[in-house]
């Protein structure tokens, strides 16, 4: 292990503290620019688990968090946001590391990260406001209060694309819901998480309302069947997705499943041509396209397809590619495993006779890192998996269609739901698109701004439920009413 960080946590935070794993084994951190192994953390067991559901357990049903008022809670998420905002030049530094991405793309994801903190202060602020509400009910002497209250423990599973600001869209509005939690990050990057800890000990969060255990599948296996937590929100891929469902079927437990996808965006002739390159290329190449809701099936409208496509490979032979410390457009990918995925994908899109335009090989300067160059396929045979799966990484597939009919057609023509975008300068056009494409987030001349205040999740198999704004905030409340009678007496069915 090479230049280890001595400040970067190696323990599960449990009941506000740090403790060892009951196992011996650890997961080897690597910097995926340099392939060098920098630290490592606990392969958490369900043991462990045990001990974090058992913290978080306790302080739901008899800590100080549940109890207290939405303005307490408030104060100490706008503690950790602000805590988050101060270290952001060292947790982009971290999570550059650990995951590979732009420096740029990190403070990014750090930033956001302490938006949504003070996003859900803000709505804990005032949400005891909101917490009931009397219904009138049609039958005399009878009032009924709607009552909202946290649904207890929720266990929260995350993956690696953008490690920190996952953990916060989970974490923060449940702990604004007076939950507790047990959160379980990617066994990539664990490590932005992990600082989570330390910025909730600062803050002043109560011991147990918040744990972390590091660990692997089986940590998050443990974490979904555990009989102990009320809630489990996870976000990851389809397979994955499907077992933690069926472990939730187990105890009836709700579940929020935020998965992949195979997000269109439609372009019709009449886009402006640079806003159409811009957006393109941002729309699949970000993040080194390890975006759920990359718009990896660009869908053009005929006229445009052939300038637009040359235009395309032209400014992406033109990315910068390098480590995420430096000036770079594009990072590289997150592990060996994930470039070897990406590398399959690839070779599957030759044999199944589609045109590698540009890209898909190793940038000469780099013989080290899980780098390669952004990947255009086009005449991509319609059931070939690269377009149909999603593939996650750096690779656009691009087909023609000739009228508004077929590209809607063609856009919704897929097992994924989650992400969608559609151009054109005809605005009622677009917004017509807009609304028949079937995705839960759909962008209007433009792809992929996300914003915290707006509902985020999809349809199909991308998954259930809403995470982000007041939505964000339902997934982690349980709505109970309360009947009381106050009638004449007695009621008068058995005493006559
Ligand atoms: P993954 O499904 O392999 O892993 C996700 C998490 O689940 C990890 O923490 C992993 O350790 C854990 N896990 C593994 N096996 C488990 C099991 N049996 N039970 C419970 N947990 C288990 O996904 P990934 O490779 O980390 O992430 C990439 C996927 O995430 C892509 O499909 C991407 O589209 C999706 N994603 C979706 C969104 C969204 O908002 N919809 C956001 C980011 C990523």
Known sequence: MSTANNSLKSAHFINGAWEASSGSDWIDV??????????RVP????????????????????????????????????????????????????EIRDNGKPRPEAVWDIE?????????????????????EDIALPMDGFTSTVVKQPIGVAAAIIPWNFPMLMASWKVAPALAAGCTVVLKPSEL??????????????????????????????????????????KTAFTGSVPTGR??????????????????????????????????????????????????????????????????????VDETRKITIGPGTEEVLMGALVSQGQYDKVQAAIATGVADGATLVTGGGRPAHLPKGYFMEPAIFADVPKDSTIWTEEIFGPVLCISPFDNEDDGVREANNSIYGLGAAVMSRDISRANRVARAL???????????PTFTEVPWGGVKRSGIGRELGRWGLENYLETKQITSWAGEKPWGWYLK
């Open 30 to 39: 690597i910097d995926p620019a340099t392939e060098e192994t920098f630290h």
């Open 189 to 230: 990057t664990p490590l932005t998480a992990l600082e989570l800890g330390t910025i909730a000990q600062e803050a002043g969060l109560p011991a147990g309302a918040l744990n972390i255990v590091t660990g692997a599948g089986a940590a998050g296996a443990a974490l979904a069947a555990h009989p102990g937590a009320d």
């Open 43 to 94: 392969d958490g067991t369900a043991e462990d688990i045990d001990r974090a559901v058992a913290a978080a357990r306790s302080a739901f049903d008899t800590g100080p968090w549940p109890q207290m008022s939405g303005p307490e809670r408030a104060k100490v998420l706008r503690r950790m946001a602000q805590l988050i905002e101060a270290r952001t030049a060292e947790l982009a530094e971290i």
């Open 112 to 132: 956001d990260t302490a938006g949504v903190f003070g996003f859900y202060a803000d709505l804990a602020e005032t949400m005891d406001a909101n917490a009931e």
């Open 438 to 448: 079937k995705a839960g987030v759909v962008w209007v001349n433009c792809s992929q």
């Open 243 to 312: 077992r933690v469902m069926q472990a939730a079927a187990e105890d009836i437990k709700a579940v929020s499943l935020e998965l992949g996808g195979k997000s269109p965006f439609v372009i019709f002739a009449d886009a402006d041509m640079e806003e159409a390159v811009e957006w393109t290329l941002f729309g699949i190449f970000w993040n080194q396209g390890e975006v759920c809701t990359a718009t990896s099936r660009v869908l053009v409208e005929r006229p445009l397809y052939d300038v637009l496509l040359e235009r395309l």
